[in-house]
């Protein structure tokens, strides 16, 4: 016989007296989209989180996925949440419980503040307009415009310029990261290129490439002798 799921109360707002009011994040008791118990608080209801709760995560790279959209456990389970904004986090009040752990949403539940507005622009847009949304936070931006640049490269040429991080040189996209949550821009620029440059390919040339004027009859020369300026391009 399978084990009842246990839900956690989040913080949903104050009342009269400076109190806070919690709710349970069970999906089966809050209202949904289709208004089936209007008695009950929203689904929706966003929730916030001090930044500091991702740090478990991005400890362990070689376990969970962070990004400004979503969180995920390889193999296991993937929630939403807003991480757009510098000074917190939020997630849907009923995501908790529909997609992470108990032991997780204890974690969370460790980090819940008061309510601190509303969910972000970009948030609203990807989960409730289906619109497309820019990342607003460095490090986000960083990993979506590498991949992006992965992706050209590959079709242009044939072969990735890029290999893909080892669990040992993962620390450097959490240092990325990290410095973004401490406001530290100057730590993600240092960190970015760092990581272009740590995983560049040069052991492998097409046997018919374009050759760079600077450097003729040496295809791809250029990477040869300007690897860490290669890397700035992507990061930038």
């Not at 478990?56 to 390889?74: F, K, M, W």
């Not at 970015?192 to 740590?198: A, L, M, Q």
Request: hydrophobic fraction near 35%.
């Amino acid at each position: 016989m399978s084990e009842k799921k246990r839900y956690v109360e989040f913080i949903v707002g104050v009342d009269a007296d400076g109190g806070e009011i919690e709710v349970t994040c069970d999906p089966e008791e809050l209202n949904n989209a289709f208004n089936s118990r209007p008695e009950q608080p929203s689904y929706f209801i966003p929730v916030f989180f001090k930044r500091a709760v991702l740090d478990r995560y991005y400890a362990r790279p070689d376990l969970y996925v962070v990004g400004e959209a979503g969180l995920s456990h390889r193999n296991e389970w993937d929630i939403r949440m807003d991480a757009s904004r510098s000074d917190f986090v939020a997630m849907m009040l009923g995501d908790p419980g529909k997609y992470l752990p108990y032991e997780d949403q204890l974690h969370w539940r460790s980090c819940n503040v008061i309510p601190q507005g509303e969910f972000s622009k970009e948030f609203v847009d990807r989960n409730f307009r289906n619109r497309a949304s820019y990342w607003t936070q460095p490090d986000h931006a960083f990993i979506d415009r590498l991949s992006g640049f992965k992706i050209r490269w590959n079709g242009d040429h044939g072969w990735p310029l890029f290999l893909e991080l080892g669990d040992r040189d993962q620390h450097m996209i959490h240092r990325c990261s990290a410095c973004a949550a401490s406001r530290n821009p100057g730590g993600v620029r240092r960190s970015s290129p760092r990581t272009c440059y740590d995983s560049l390919r040069l052991d492998q040339r097409p046997s018919v490439a374009r050759r760079d004027r600077r450097y003729p009859g040496e295809p791809f020369a250029w990477l040869n002798r300007t690897p860490r300026k290669v890397a700035r391009t992507a990061a930038d």
